[in-house]
Structure formats: structure tokens, C-alpha cells
């Protein structure tokens, strides 16, 4: 089965950029979704299909995917962004959805 | 906006069946363009799918719960339900329902979570 491999934590100070990696075999051949999770709440899609924002979604945040890794890129970091972030893709081959273990972004 | 809200029992019993419901809101629930999951999260874990259903009828089930696992629709309610049997102290989670526009695209939409607890 396909595997999607996040770091478990990310730190970085207000007003920095925030880079979140998420690797798997070919991950480029397959569009990448990120969520982002804060406690207590549902996930709240943030890019899709690698790059695309949804509409509330800052322009701070941008997505990559090329090779084996795509990234999450959240620049000028604010306290809010602090959350869990999950990658996931589409399992062609199982049909099914396949998360990442997900990377919590600390803001310090 | 469509919005999806779970609803069910919080607290059951090892070896006892749950039986969870998800009403959709404010769209059209039996466009061919959706498919409906089911999505879990243990305690301070991450994301675990569960199943979906199609509008067709049409399944397919995280094949570590396949045995245990059933999702089915009622079109006439704009509802969707989880029933997962057999169930251990492991199946402990906030469920969430979701919906999604087919093809590898992304959930776009989430109810709120419920959070089923297995205890004696």
C-alpha cells in the first residue's frame, strides 16, 4: 500500500516561512491535498491538487510537488497557523484516500 | 454551503455494534459528482478512512475494517450511515463524515466530528 511520510513537528518564530514536506514513492505522478487540523475542529482543506487555493484560504499559503515530495509553504507564519497539517493523496490502485501521519507546526 | 453533521451514540460497550448518521444540508446529496466517506481519528492520532459510499450504492471499505464495516445511504433523507460491529477499546475515535467530488480530488467538506468512546 501506498505510504505518505510527514515530520512529526515543525517549528518556526512569527513572521517566518514554514516549509512541511510530505514524501512518497512518485509523489509528483499524484495530486496532493493538504489539511490543516487545530484541536477540537474537523480538517479544513487549505491546497488542493498541489498548488490550488480555496477561496478564504490566505496567500501565504502555497503548495509544491515534484519527484518524491511535495511541501506545504505557509510564509509569514502567524500565531493562528499553529495546527496539525495532513498530505494526502488518492490510492489509484486501492481506490481509497491515503493520509499522511500529519506534522504539527508549533509557532514559537 | 452544504454542511454534514454526524449524530449517533457516544458511549458503547466492547462487542457491541456502532451505528453512526451523517444528514447532509444545502446541496444536492444524489449528484453523481459526490462520494461520501466516513473518516476516524483515535486520540492523538492522525487520520484513518474509514469507507465511502457512492450515490450509485456503490463501496469500498478500508480493507483493515472490511469484515466489521458497513455504509449505506437514504437518498430520500440526504443521509449516509456508518455500522461498524465487534467493537474493542481500538475503535475509540471521533468519527467524521465528508464528502468529496470524485476522481483523486479532496474532502471538501466536513461535519464536526462526533466522538465514540468503547469502554465496559
Known amino acids: 500500500s501506498y505510504v505518505l511520510t510527514q515530520p512529526p513537528s515543525v517549528s518556526v518564530a512569527p513572521g517566518e516561512t514554514a516549509t512541511l514536506s510530505c514524501e512518497g514513492y512518485?509523489?509528483?505522478?499524484?495530486?496532493v491535498h493538504w489539511y490543516q487540523q487545530k484541536p477540537g475542529q474537523a480538517p479544513v482543506v487549505v491546497i488542493y491538487?498541489?498548488?490550488d487555493r480555496p477561496s478564504g484560504i490566505p496567500e501565504r499559503f502555497s503548495g509544491s510537488n515534484s519527484g518524491t515530495t511535495a511541501a506545504l509553504t505557509i510564509s509569514r507564519v502567524e500565531a493562528g497557523d499553529e495546527a496539525t497539517y495532513y498530505c494526502q493523496v488518492w490510492d489509484g490502485t486501492a481506490d481509497c484516500p491515503v493520509f499522511g501521519g500529519g506534522t504539527k507546526l508549533t509557532v514559537l | 454551503q452544504m454542511e454534514l453533521q454526524e449524530s449517533g451514540p457516544g458511549l458503547l460497550k466492547p462487542s457491541e455494534t456502532l451505528s453512526l448518521t451523517c444528514t447532509v444540508s444545502g446541496g444536492s446529496f444524489s449528484s453523481p459528482s459526490y462520494y461520501w466517506s466516513w473518516v476516524r481519528q483515535s486520540p492523538g492520532m492522525g487520520l484513518e478512512w474509514v469507507g465511502y459510499?457512492?450515490?450509485?450504492?456503490?463501496?469500498n471499505y478500508n480493507p483493515s475494517l472490511k469484515s466489521r464495516v458497513t455504509i449505506s445511504l437514504d437518498s430520500s433523507k440526504n443521509q449516509f450511515s456508518l455500522s461498524l460491529n465487534s467493537l474493542t477499546a481500538a475503535d475509540t475515535a471521533v468519527y467524521f463524515c465528508?464528502?468529496?467530488?470524485?476522481?483523486?480530488?479532496?474532502?471538501?467538506?466536513w461535519g464536526q466530528g462526533t466522538l465514540v468512546t468503547v469502554s465496559s
Open positions: 491538487y498541489d498548488r
Open positions: 459510499i457512492y450515490y450509485s450504492g456503490r463501496t
Open positions: 465528508a464528502r468529496r467530488t470524485g476522481g483523486n480530488s479532496h474532502y471538501d467538506f
Open positions: 512518485n509523489i509528483g505522478t499524484k495530486s
